[in-house]
């Protein structure tokens, strides 16, 4: 009963390390999102999938990579951290149907 | 390109009163979502709305898709306090970017005794 798993949950990187925020889902879903929430703020879309191998830029996409090797897994990738990217990143997966989309429970990332 | 608007961004209502949320958004879709999250969590789902006139209710809430129109609303009748959360609105993506999930800004709804 797993939904979608984010680790981890908070994460302080100091300016100009990298990291990865993890994201798996055991939904078998084709469809997967990472967005990033500023204080106060909406959601926005940094990187998408549509499927296995499938990647796509959403609004928001510099500084950050992904990668799709599989349909369970979606990692972010942050290669040089900025204190920009100072925010809560939630992952999301969704079926091609009529389903909802499915978050996990964010990863609080602070840079230093 | 995309976009989803809300409005209003922010709401204060007395308990007992009625309001509507408004939904619009600028490309072909059928596909609408409403969530809710409280501060400090994750994103909880309310509605899926999958079709033209599709109607769904749950407690107080009601959301609606007009999908001619480009716009959903969610009603929410005799507001309690409980109701005080985010709501947001999101749409698939027909057009350029097949498939993302685009979401509005939120509304920020305060029920006040």
């Known amino acids: 009963n797993a939904g979608v798993t984010q680790t981890p949950k908070f994460r302080i990187p100091k300016i100009g390390q990298s990291m990865t925020l993890q994201c798996t889902q055991d939904?078998?879903?084709?469809?997967m999102y990472w967005y990033r929430q500023d204080p106060g703020m909406g959601l926005k879309l940094i990187y998408y999938?549509?499927?296995?191998?499938?990647?796509d830029k959403g609004e928001v996409p510099n500084g950050y990579n992904v990668s799709r090797s599989t349909t369970e897994d979606f990692p972010l990738r942050l290669e040089l951290a900025a204190p920009s990217q100072t925010s809560v990143y939630f992952c999301?997966?969704?079926?091609?149907?009529?389903?909802?989309?499915?978050f996990g429970q964010g990863t609080r990332l602070t840079v230093v | 390109e995309l976009k989803v608007e809300q409005n209003p961004l922010f709401l204060s209502m007395q308990e007992g009163k009625n309001y509507t949320i408004y939904c619009n958004y600028s490309?072909?879709?059928?596909?609408l979502y409403w969530y809710r999250q409280d501060p400090g969590k994750s994103l909880e789902s309310l509605f899926v709305?999958?079709?033209?006139?599709a109607v769904k209710q749950e407690g107080r809430l009601m959301a609606s898709l007009d999908t001619k129109a480009r716009l959903s609303t969610l009603h929410i009748t005799a507001a309690v306090h409980d109701l005080s959360a985010t709501y947001f609105c999101?749409?698939?993506?027909?057009?350029?970017?097949?498939?993302?999930?685009?979401f509005g800004k939120g509304t920020k709804l305060s029920v006040k005794p």
């Open positions: 999101a749409v698939v993506n027909y057009g350029g970017s097949q498939g993302n999930l685009i």
């Open positions: 999301a997966s969704r079926s091609g149907g009529g389903t909802e989309a499915f």
């Open positions: 939904m078998n879903h084709n469809y």
């Open positions: 999938s549509v499927g296995a191998g499938i990647t």
């Open positions: 490309t072909t879709s059928d596909r």
């Open positions: 709305l999958l079709s033209n006139g």
